[in-house]
């Protein structure tokens, strides 16, 4: 089930519990009232009515002259006035307007109490009928007679003809015997007003819940539009499209997920970003690896091939084809070894430890005296008296291929100026030639792999392309940085900035 | 004279593909950056020029977008072996590309082949008292047609156009029967027996022990 489904239902049904009680406890509330109401009427009426009675019993005592009435005397009464006699024992008319016209018109019946026997009753039919009627009878007959003296018990029957009458009873004595007299007074108004209410409230209750449900639903959506939205800008991103960004709109909630989301698209774009440059170089050195491997490889298939299909072959052509075999070969190998120091630098554990720098620096130059002696260049060398936590081999390693570097861009007879001294904290290593010297846009590329500003003399001095790039493995392993600075003609400054952290 | 124009940055390769070329004496001219190769071709009368794709100054794709217009035909050489490479050359107009690296044989037959079909070869070839005319696809012997199926014909035809030159069976498989043919070397061996009967070739187009056949040339004694 979907939350705007969850929510709308959820919400809709409490607001139509809610409605629904509130209505019917208003509606039971308003109906007991109104009972109550009718309740103390009909007490009233039958207050009057038991006055009527005991009055006429009285009256009729006094004009028969009688000390007491007799029993079938005091029916006889009651029957008169019950049935609607017309006439009173003088023969006139009971006028339906006096009291006693009106007692006369009211359902009632008399017991006596004393042998629980009917007096006397009229309009009482529809309550015989009902067996709780009969039962309420004998409970009260058999009731305490001085309770029911000083209260008036109510209670309400629904006859099988659709009215409610409420029975009101008490012990009423006549001529010293004591009567049950039950009236009934009819309430169908209230409970048809209380059924036409509820009619009323169902037909509001299920017109307001389509309302209701209407909003409801429109509100639901409303507010839940921006999760839909979120929802496809997610799928779009997970998908790829990392560049992605969402609107921030909508609640504070949803604006500060949208926000969250964004800033989590962020670095996933930097992520792929910076996987796919890896990928890149990566791809870009094997092609670049391929290109170098395939070029030596073509010469010497090709004058291999020569050299066996051709039938005649002179002593120069000879020479040059074999010479450039092995020339060729040379540059495989040159390259095959670079290749594995550049792999093996990664692979194997450096082991760190305190060297001294101006000592490194001494013993590299020892190593390139034949080079520096054959070409006529200096090596000036100025050093701080400083110790690192390097791999002496490594170090030499990259110190090494940086001069030789500076050799071979310089002229016979120019100075390579060497210059290691703390500054701002890091110790920086600075080598400075005065040769040919590059433009801007190679410095920028001569750090990659198989990056050479002049193939073809590079190549002729046995280059493979990767010199600055082992450098620069050398230099990470150490927390080191290389930057160049160039200018074509007049020279090139390498800088090795060492960070403090791995000075002593 | 047939003139090859080598655009190659690696003096080696320019050096072994010119030497390659004058065995079947075409002659070759090398340059070695895109720059003076693109000037190069649209300057010089050139019946084929051979391009490498990577160049200093101007890669070999744009070289080739500047010399489209002489109409020369160009074999593409690559390092790549990339498809998409490929693709890219021979849309930009290329007849054909060959992969580094590459086999002198596997070379001069793709040149052959372009410089064919650009109808840059010649159209007799004599060999002493043998001429075939390859327009009309006969082979005469002392000016008597002799009689040969079109693939003994396509077999002396390739010995004669790469004469002094050891073919081995398997170029000359893939050369005259094609590449796909997944036929023996005895095949070849049969038809190079049936051309020495029918030409009397018998102490001209000799046998090599391991490698293959040579036709010597005439003028060799």
């Known amino acids: 089930m979907k939350l705007w489904q969850k929510i709308f239902l959820s919400s809709l049904f409490l607001i139509i519990a809610a409605v629904n009680i509130i209505s019917i406890t208003l509606l039971s509330n308003n109906h007991k009232l109104l009972i109550e109401r009718e309740k103390e009427h009909a007490i009233s009426e039958y207050e009057y009515f038991t006055l009527t009675l005991s009055n006429t019993v009285i009256y009729e005592r006094m004009t028969s002259n009688k000390l007491m009435l007799s029993d079938t005397e ?23 307007y006096t009291p006693a016209g009106r007692a006369a018109g009211t359902e009632a ?6 042998n629980k026997q009917l007096i006397s009753s009229s309009g009482m039919s529809g309550l015989y009928e009902l067996d709780d009627f009969n039962s309420y009878i004998s409970y009260l007959l058999g009731l305490d007679a001085g309770y029911q003296r000083e209260n008036f018990l109510t209670h309400t029957f629904t006859c099988d003809d659709g009215r409610h009458l409420m029975a009101v009873s008490s012990v009423i004595s006549f001529e010293g015997k ?62 790829g499209n990392y560049k992605l960004r969402i609107r921030k709109k909508g609640s504070q909630e949803f604006r500060e997920l949208a926000g969250n989301m964004n800033i989590m698209a962020e670095s996933v774009q930097q992520n792929a970003a910076r996987l796919e440059k890896v990928a890149e170089d990566r791809q870009i050195f094997i092609a670049n690896l391929a290109h170098e491997m395939k070029t030596p490889l073509t010469s010497i298939l090709g004058f291999a091939d020569l050299l066996r299909i051709k039938k005649t072959v002179s002593d ?35 082991e760190k430890k305190p060297v001294s720098l101006p000592e490194m620096i001494r013993e590299t130059e020892t190593a390139l ?3 520096l002696t054959k070409t006529s260049v200096s090596l000036n060398c100025m050093s701080e008296d400083i110790t690192i936590s390097a791999d002496e081999e490594l170090f030499k390693s990259l110190l090494y291929n940086i001069i030789e570097n500076a050799v071979k861009a310089s002229g016979n007879g120019q100075q390579i100026d060497l210059v290691a001294a703390m500054y701002g904290g890091n110790a920086v290593i600075s080598v400075t030639d005065h040769g040919i010297g590059m433009s801007e846009e190679d410095a920028e590329k001569v750090f990659a792999p198989f990056y050479m500003v002049d193939k073809s003399r590079s190549r002729k001095a046995g280059g493979a392309g990767l010199g600055l790039a082992l450098c620069v493995r050398i230099a990470e392993l150490h927390n080191a940085k290389l930057s160049i600075d160039s200018k074509l003609g007049e020279g090139t400054t390498v800088y090795i900035t060492i960070n403090g952290e791995e000075c002593l | 004279m047939i003139n090859i124009l080598i655009i190659e940055d690696d003096v080696n390769i320019a050096k072994m593909i010119k030497a390659t070329l004058s065995i079947v004496n075409y002659s070759g001219f090398c340059c070695y950056d895109g720059k003076s190769g693109a000037e190069e071709a649209l300057k ?43 693709v890219k050359g021979l849309r930009l107009g290329a007849e054909d590309y060959i992969v580094k690296p590459f086999e002198a044989l596997e070379l001069l037959a793709r040149v052959d082949v372009v ?10 070839i ?14 005469t012997q002392k000016g008597e047609p002799v009689q040969l199926t079109p693939k003994e014909f396509d077999v002396i035809v390739y010995f004669l156009q790469h004469q002094d030159i050891a073919v081995s069976r398997e170029r000359l498989l893939s050369s005259v029967w094609g590449y796909e043919f997944g036929g023996e070397s005895r095949t070849v061996d049969i038809h190079v027996q049936q051309v020495r009967r029918k030409l009397g070739l018998r102490d001209k187009l000799i046998t090599i022990p391991k490698l293959g056949y040579r036709l010597e040339s005439q003028d060799t004694v």
Do not use: W
């Open chain 1, 109 to 114: 019946a008399v017991y006596n109490l004393a």
């Open chain 2, 126 to 139: 004599d060999y002493g008292d043998i001429s075939v005319d390859m327009g009309r696809h006969i082979i």
């Open chain 1, 178 to 239: 004591d009567c049950l007299v039950i009236a009934a007074a009819d309430v169908t108004d209230i409970y048809a007003l209380r059924d036409r209410q509820t009619r009323f409230v169902r037909h509001v209750s299920i017109i307001s819940a389509a309302l209701i449900s209407f909003l409801l639903l429109a509100t639901t959506i409303i507010l839940l539009r921006p999760l839909s939205r979120l929802n496809t800008y997610t799928k779009a991103i997970a998908e």
């Open chain 1, 369 to 371: 005296s034949p080079i």
């Open chain 1, 74 to 96: 005091i029916a006889a009464v009651m029957d008169r006035i019950l049935k609607r006699g017309s006439e009173n024992a003088m023969g006139s008319t009971v006028n339906a």
């Open chain 2, 115 to 124: 410089l064919r079909r650009s109808n840059k070869t010649q159209d007799t």
């Open chain 2, 44 to 86: 010089g009368s050139y019946d084929l020029i051979l391009l490498d794709v990577m160049l200093p100054e101007m890669n070999g794709f744009e070289v080739m977008e500047q010399i489209r217009s002489c109409g020369t035909p160009v074999i593409f050489l690559t390092a790549m072996q990339d498809v998409a490479d490929k």
């Open chain 1, 316 to 350: 120069r052509e000879r020479a040059e084809y074999a010479g450039t075999i092995v020339e060729e070969t040379k540059r495989l190998r040159s390259l095959s070894g670079k290749l594995m120091e550049l792999i093996s630098i990664g692979c194997t554990e450096t």
